[in-house]
């Protein structure tokens, strides 16, 4: 193969969403009538299937792994070899609200005596114009404007300064915030003027990434599926930490952040 693999799943992606910018626009429209949303967005994303099965044919199963989508088939217990696991849409609820916090992923997995190993991936938010990679331990973002691009590598910014820390968390920890345990970031009890809500994990990772959020507090998921495991590289890989405070609740942050209850 002359190009690397990344940068044949980038173009994979591409293709495959490249309609889906005016549908995203119509979604806009659609919601000031009394049409279905939801029978829209499936149509999109089965269109978006299809394509990426149309693409990823053009190319070997030694190269690119076999084809898998999260929301057909169980990824545990899979014989040793090499997939493409396919992360349709996250978040469907946001794309039908035509909010941009959505992206498309793609992560190219290896299994060696059924032990995984994340080789790269791709998240893709379209309608935000960004992607983000994650390839040979590095991560970087690309943040493209039509033709133009501006790629570049990402580290967590570990900043030590007492300036009141912005956090996202899911909607469902934030209604229920005020029975919670209060939690400390670096011995200030979080406000709730402090959180941000997004419905989207992999869109709060990107502002995470990029420096506009200081802290992600998330449900566990890999009790639904566990597409999480490239979140949790990319987030490492890029000079973060992920802490386990409770049985199911997860913080991402900065390693000069503390988080206590």
């Known amino acids: 193969m002359t190009l690397p693999i990344i940068n044949i799943l980038e173009q994979i992606i591409r293709k495959a969403t490249v309609f889906l910018l005016r549908d995203f626009?119509?979604?806009d429209v659609i919601q000031n009538t009394k049409c279905d949303t939801r029978s829209f967005v499936i149509h999109s994303c089965i269109q978006i299937q299809k394509r990426i099965i149309e693409g990823v044919s053009k190319y070997s199963q030694n190269d690119i792994g076999?084809?898998?989508f999260y929301h057909e088939q169980q990824i545990q217990n899979l014989p040793d070899g090499k997939y493409l696991l396919v992360n349709l849409i996250d978040n469907l609820i946001n794309?039908?609200?035509a909010l941009p916090f959505f992206c498309i992923e793609f992560s190219l997995h290896e299994i060696v005596h059924q032990k995984r190993n994340i080789q790269c991936g791709i998240q893709y938010f379209p309608a935000i114009g960004e992607i983000y990679y994650m390839d040979n331990n590095e991560v970087w973002v690309d943040k493209f404007n039509?033709?133009?691009s501006n790629r570049f590598k990402i580290r967590v910014p570990n900043s030590k300064t007492n300036k009141s820390k912005l956090l996202a968390m899911e909607f469902m920890l934030a209604d229920s915030w005020?029975?919670?345990i209060p939690?400390?970031?670096?011995d200030t009890i979080i406000k709730s003027e402090q959180i941000r809500c997004f419905g989207s994990l992999r869109y709060a990772c990107t502002l995470?990434?990029?420096g506009k959020l200081d802290?992600?507090?998330y449900d566990h998921l890999a009790k639904n599926y566990d597409s999480d495991d490239l979140i949790k590289l990319i987030v490492t890989r890029a000079g973060g930490i992920i802490n386990k405070i409770s049985s199911n609740i997860n913080v991402i942050c900065a390693p000069s952040i503390r988080i206590s209850v």
């Not at 939690?183 to 670096?186: E, F, L, R, T, Y």
């Open 66 to 68: 076999k084809l898998i």
């Open 208 to 210: 995470f990434l990029t």
């Open 215 to 217: 802290v992600i507090i």
């Open 25 to 27: 626009s119509e979604l």
């Open 178 to 180: 005020h029975k919670a």
């Open 183 to 186: 939690m400390k970031i670096n």
């Open 95 to 97: 794309l039908e609200k």
């Open 146 to 148: 039509h033709q133009q």
